[in-house]
């Protein structure tokens, strides 16, 4: 059977993205299940990820299992970011909500840490795991991540994980992410990018909310990370992935600490 492309048509993915994030919200099992269905990373092969997902917070409790199991994403943007006591980190495209309970774990009481998500399913189940966690500095809120519900210069730290190859166009989350950071505050995202332009036959419905068909080439990644006014923009971490024509990067970049 011929799946239909979608390469053209910004809405049909924002749909498909949309529609098959609110299937996995309802699921217990994450990105590194074996059932092709409930894959973010497209069952890459034995490590399609390539994140790890940490099994404790600071004070000791352990992450229940279905949390540890619910992961999206394709790195390990947290260990990157280096978050600091009192910081307030925003995570673009938060899911169910775990990188920002990591996230507020670390930056403390005094910190914050705010999810955004596009998917209402999604915010609600990261609402309903943040009151069983008992979280107060977590919060999430609905909206998409190239509109961002999040004043300007509010954010120390950007972090994102498997979501902005998701977008039919890059640009506005990189511009966004950097209109929310403070002069000086960095974004830190992991992602998956292609050795060179992917063929058509990857541009499918499928592929592409599988965080396959959005993947652009690494420099032109990059490109559009520093087009978008950050500096010092580096690729810390770096992992095959799938076919051998796409791998997962872990990038980090500041925002100039003057304009």
């Known amino acids: 059977m011929t799946v239909p492309t979608i390469a053209m048509d910004p809405q049909a993915i924002r749909d498909a993205v949309r529609e098959r994030y609110a299937r996995a919200a309802t699921r217990t099992s994450g990105c590194c299940a074996p059932a092709p269905e409930a894959s973010c990373c497209g069952n890459a092969g034995p490590d399609p990820c390539g994140g790890e997902v940490p099994v404790a917070f600071t004070d000791g409790r352990a992450l229940p299992g279905d949390l540890a199991s619910a992961s999206l994403g394709c790195g390990a943007p947290l260990e990157a970011a280096a978050l600091r006591p009192g910081e307030t980190v925003v995570d673009l495209g938060s899911g169910a909500g775990l990188d920002v309970f990591f996230a507020a774990d670390r930056v403390g009481p005094a910190g914050r840490a705010i999810g955004v998500d596009m998917t209402p399913e ?3 189940k990261a609402r309903a795991n943040r009151e069983r966690l008992g979280i107060a500095q977590a919060e999430f809120r609905l909206g998409e991540i190239e509109h961002l519900p999040v004043a300007d210069a509010t954010a120390d730290v950007v972090i994102s994980n498997c979501v902005i190859n998701l977008l039919p166009d890059k640009r506005p989350a990189f511009g966004e992410a950097h209109r929310v950071l403070r ?3 960095r974004l830190v995202v992991s992602d998956i990018v292609s050795r060179e332009p992917l063929p058509e036959a990857y541009r499918t419905a499928e592929r ?3 965080c396959l ?3 652009i080439p690494e420099d032109e990644y990059l ?6 006014g950050f500096e010092a923009v580096e690729v810390v971490a770096r992992r095959p992935y799938a076919d051998g024509r796409l791998f997962s990067v872990t990038v980090r970049g500041h925002k100039p600490v003057r304009a």
């Open 122 to 124: 999604m915010v609600a």
């Open 183 to 185: 002069p000086g505050g």
């Open 208 to 210: 592409w909310t599988a």
């Open 213 to 215: 068909g959005g993947a």
């Open 223 to 228: 490109a559009l990370v520093r087009e978008a």
